[in-house]
């Protein structure tokens, strides 16, 4: 069987999921984020190659495919910035990092930089609650934002593609010593 | 905070503990596994976590044991648990640290439940926004693989048990636990009717478990200290401690384990430093989002699950958020109902057309241009949800409406008449999308 757009490196990272489970369709979470990882985006060319190996429907793995948000079912920037505007965030100033970032990048909410490199989204709670407000870049969080973090962090990113500032092993309240 | 002695927080507020396999062990980790495989019965393990009082942490406070105690027992087919680490409940943030800095609390207490229910399969369920969580479990499962906790024979006891990392992908509503058995299986977070409960036909329609991380982490510790010593701790219907999360306005807002049945006042006040700006507390949601608002004259409430409740609201999932009186009630409710409408699963109609209608009011009301009869509107709108959908989304989406209403209905009423919002004067008028 030939895939349309996925590699053989997708192939096998999704089959090495099998066994995982009792039943393939289990692993159409998984596929798609493996796709995702790789092209970017989930293209309906992807779904159908995740059909194929997952011996279901194009349809059922759109279903999932639309269902969940952290799919991109589009093209996004290569930094996707999420930002929390849940009430705990709310309270603490939510509002002002999201004009700050659109401000600071020069896009509306949805859009990306004309460079490519970042998109924003606003979202739904992402259990940070105590330490907002808060945002998400790719797969790391960024809390307790002010203005002038928020201008290193994206420093950091265009210049290394990673930010020291990113939250490692979480703690509310930060122990001491 | 030294006032109360912490069971899950314990190692993890030692300097320098980052909840390896090794520290684990070194403060006894894995010996409640091994005790109950090699010398406790299924049976026994479930009486012992009755007789604790156990009861999840997940939101509904169901008795653990006696959740168990309804998987079939001469079932002859595989039985499966899973761990509710989808953690997506505004306004609550504790299995996050529990799963980053002590993963093998819960892991073991996967193991224990396991046994007891003669499960040989678990999945741990965590929400796709979690990616440092997910590798943090990862890397302990390969560490508790190795050291032959997981897999075959373990113990050379004869038990078998795989543990699976499921990883979600942006949904709300998949910690509801027959929409999380949904999206294990590769579809749709979609709740299923109940019964069959999950008990008898769950998972691959077989019988299952599903608890939540801070549950099954208590499970080691009642094992090794015993179901009295647990029992003693907390209130008589609600045992032992719990991890609240504290957020919004206070001074020091984060995740404090107190036993169960402190009062609101304390948690806000002595352990979480009070308002910040020292102003004065308007109102506090005591459970997460889907609890319903209380006031300040319920700060004497115990932080129990019997006593919440008796007020008009619910423990919930243990998210307490704060907010002082600068805070617009009205654009608290309508910020709760853009979740809940944005979350809401679509698959039954009250919920799904309802969120719509509700949210679109409260933005009218908050924008100035709200009507008299809108509020006896939400209050009809929220009653032809309530009850009247396939999971308990329903009431929880319907409970920061009525509470508001019932606790602040002169602020809705204000907004009405003023044709403006008091505390956001220039709120504009936004509608649904
Ligand atoms: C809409 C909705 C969302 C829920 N979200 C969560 C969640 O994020 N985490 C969780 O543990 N339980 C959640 N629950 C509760 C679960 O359905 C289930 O009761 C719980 O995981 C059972 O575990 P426990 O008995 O250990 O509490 C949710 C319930 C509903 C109705
Ligand atoms: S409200 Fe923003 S992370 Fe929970």
């Not at chain 2, 102003?279 to 989002?289: D, F, R, S, T």
């Not at chain 2, 933005?363 to 999971?391: A, F, W």
């Not at chain 2, 008091?422 to 999308?433: D, E, G, I, Y």
Request: charged share 25%.
């Amino acid at each position: 069987m030939k895939l349309k757009v996925l590699s053989e490196a997708a192939r096998e990272k999704i089959e090495a999921q099998f066994p995982k489970y009792p039943d393939k369709r289990s692993v159409c979470l998984a596929a798609l984020r493996i796709a995702q990882e790789e092209l970017g985006h989930v293209s309906e060319p992807a779904m159908i190659d995740i059909a194929e190996l997952l011996e279901l429907t194009p349809v059922q793995v759109y279903e999932v495919a639309t269902f969940y948000t952290l799919y991109n079912l589009k093209p996004i920037g290569k930094f996707l910035i999420q930002v929390c505007k849940t009430l705990s965030c709310a309270l603490v100033g939510a509002e002002s990092v999201i004009s700050h970032l659109e401000n600071t990048l020069g896009i509306a909410i949805g859009e990306t930089t004309k460079d490519g490199l970042f998109t924003l989204k606003v979202v739904e709670c992402l259990a940070a609650c105590g330490s907002g407000p808060m945002m998400q870049i790719n797969d790391r969080y960024y809390e307790q934002l002010t203005p002038e973090k928020i201008e290193t962090i994206l420093g950091d990113l265009k210049r290394e593609g990673q930010s020291k500032l990113a939250t490692g092993p979480f703690m509310l309240p930060v122990l001491q010593g | 905070m030294a006032k109360y002695e912490p069971i899950l927080l314990k190692n993890m507020l030692q300097p320098g503990y980052r909840g390896l396999l090794e520290e684990y062990r070194a403060v006894g980790g894995y010996t409640a596994f091994e005790k109950v495989l090699k010398e406790i019965s299924p049976a026994e393990v479930i009486e012992i976590v009755k007789k604790s009082g156990l009861r999840g942490r997940g939101g509904a406070g169901f008795p653990t044991g006696l959740k168990w105690s309804f998987i079939p027992k001469d079932y002859p087919g595989p039985r499966y648990l899973c761990c509710n680490a989808d953690e997506s409940e505004p306004g609550t943030f504790k299995d996050r640290q529990l799963i980053e800095r002590d993963p093998h609390q819960m892991l073991e207490g996967i193991g224990i439940a396991c046994h007891a229910i003669g499960s040989h399969q678990a999945y741990i369920y965590i929400r796709g926004e979690f990616d440092l969580g997910a590798e943090i479990i990862q890397r302990a499962l390969n560490e508790a693989y190795a050291a032959k906790y997981f897999g075959k024979n373990i113990f050379g006891t004869g038990f078998d048990l795989e543990v699976v990392l499921h990883r979600g992908a942006g949904a709300y509503i998949c910690g509801e636990e027959t929409a999380l058995l949904e999206s294990i299986e590769g579809k749709r977070g979609k709740p299923r009717t109940k019964p069959p409960f999950p008990a008898i036909h769950g998972l691959y329609q077989e019988p299952t478990v599903v608890n939540n991380v801070e549950t099954l982490a208590n499970l080691p510790y009642i094992i090794n200290r015993g179901a009295d010593w647990y029992a003693a701790i907390g209130t008589p219907k609600s045992t032992g401690t719990r991890v609240f999360c504290v957020g919004g306005h206070v001074k020091r807002p984060g995740n404090y384990e107190v036993p169960m049945g402190i009062s609101l006042r304390e948690m806000i006040y002595d352990i979480a430093g009070g308002i910040r700006g020292d102003k004065q507390l308007k109102a506090v949601i005591p459970g997460g989002a889907s609890a319903p608002f209380l006031k300040p004259e319920h700060l004497d409430t115990p932080m129990d699950f019997e006593a919440i409740k008796e007020v008009g609201s619910m423990l919930g999932s243990g998210g307490v958020t704060v907010m002082d009186e600068s805070v617009c009630i009205v654009w608290a409710a309508t910020n709760l109902m853009e979740f809940f409408h944005h979350e809401s699963c679509g698959k039954c109609t009250p919920c799904r057309e309802g969120s719509a209608w509700i949210l679109q009011i409260l933005r009218r009301i908050e924008g100035g241009l709200g009507r008299p009869e809108d509020i006896d509107q939400l209050i009809m709108l929220c009653g032809r949800i309530e009850g009247k959908t396939v999971c308990a989304f329903g009431e929880a989406e319907v409970g920061p409406i009525l509470s508001t209403i019932k606790h602040f209905r002169e602020e809705y009423e204000q907004h009405i008449r003023e044709k403006h919002c008091p505390f956001r004067p220039n709120a504009k008028l936004v509608m649904a999308h």
